[in-house]
């Protein structure tokens, strides 16, 4: 008996060419980082960097939405139909930073007003312009890097951010459904699926967008990070009594 062999299809081989061109256009950002600048990671800053994951996932419904509709107009239903699913699918993604934030004592709502880190608001800027320009397809590059460089987070990571937090706090919701250990493995699969049945030029476009997104994610602010003195006079009014 001869022993049947999968066989690579063409969709299979288009697929696999826009996951190298994709993840070598957020590799390629990896020289802006500058690890040796990042502080360690305390109680305190976690607070900070859970505001960031709030205002991230608070813009995706809304922009990927608008987006939906942009590519719906203009007849181009693979981007409306990967746009309206992905909007779908992120929705209310921010109450999990919400609550994880009130996990650690604070009033969550007056933390985001008040707490907005210099990184996720260039990235939610950078997000807002792609949705808003004349082609609104810079979109899919910047999803596809947030979602494959979350998918870097794996289960000890997540463990090492529940050591450094007070004993019984749960506040690693979202970093969880963010990560290797959530959906966007699924949501990563799903746009290379999609931009697979793409043009040679979209795909180029996405990948600069990509690149783009990750350059945001890996360079430091200008003004270096805040230390956790000036993150806790920011939260102290933010305390639950």
Request: glycine share 4%.
């Amino acid at each position: 008996m001869v022993n049947a062999t999968p066989t690579t299809t063409a969709s299979d081989r288009a697929v696999a060419s826009v996951r190298s061109l994709l993840d070598r256009a957020v590799a390629s950002a990896f020289v802006c980082a500058r690890p040796e600048a990042v502080p360690p990671l305390t109680a305190t800053r976690w607070a900070w960097r859970l505001a960031g994951l709030y205002h991230l996932t608070h813009s995706t419904p809304t922009l990927l939405g608008l987006a939906a509709e942009r590519f719906a107009a203009a007849g181009r239903s693979v981007l409306a139909n990967w746009a309206r699913e992905r909007a779908r699918e992120e929705s209310h993604h921010d109450r999990l930073a919400l609550r994880d934030l009130r996990d650690l004592g604070y009033d969550a709502l007056r933390v985001v007003e008040r707490v907005r880190p210099a990184t996720a608001i260039r990235l939610v800027e950078y997000f807002e312009r792609s949705v808003h320009a004349f082609d609104p397809i810079g979109c899919v590059g910047y999803a596809y890097a947030i979602e494959r460089l979350a998918m870097t987070v794996r289960e000890p990571d997540i463990r090492a951010v529940e050591a450094i937090l007070p004993a019984g706090t749960r506040a690693t919701r979202c970093l969880r459904v963010h990560s290797a250990a959530g959906s966007d493995g699924d949501h990563v699969a799903d746009t290379l699926l999609a931009v697979a049945r793409l043009t040679v030029g979209e795909q180029t476009r996405i990948a600069e967008a990509a690149r783009d997104t990750a350059v945001l994610c890996f360079t430091p602010a200008p003004a270096g990070p805040p230390s956790d003195l000036d993150i806790e006079a920011l939260l102290a009014p933010c305390r639950l009594h």
